[in-house]
């Protein structure tokens, strides 16, 4: 089993900037990949940004330039840094691991006020 807790939501100002914290714990050796996903009321979630094992990244068109995914492998604990923030990206952020299954932390809202 793997465990994800995610920190660092809040309120911010549009043009503010907040960081996200997803720490792991349990199996994580069974860890391929992490990444955050995003989902506002009536839609569907999507991702945001994807970290691999060897640090390749992707991130969605809507927050490249803003938004930096990045991780700490001591600390087992991936990281995104969002800058330059929009009303838009106002949603629960998730943090996902994927491995040998499939695990997602239980989310942290985020609203970016106009």
């Known amino acids: 089993q793997v465990q994800l807790v995610e920190s660092g939501g809040g309120l911010v100002q549009a043009g503010g900037s907040l960081r996200l914290s997803c720490a792991a714990s349990?199996?994580?050796?069974?860890?391929?990949?992490m990444g955050w996903y995003r989902q506002a009321p009536g839609k569907q979630r999507e991702l945001v940004a994807t970290?691999?094992?060897?640090?390749?990244?992707d991130y969605a068109d809507s927050v490249k330039g803003r938004f930096t995914i990045s991780r700490d492998n001591a600390k087992n604990t991936v990281y995104l840094q969002m800058n330059s923030l929009k009303p838009e990206d106002t949603a629960v952020y998730y943090c996902?691991?994927?491995?040998?299954?499939?695990?997602w932390g239980q989310g942290t809202q985020v609203t970016v006020s106009s």
């Open positions: 996902r691991a994927l491995g040998n299954n499939d695990y």
């Open positions: 349990g199996s994580i050796f069974s860890i391929n990949a």
């Open positions: 970290i691999t094992n060897a640090g390749s990244t």
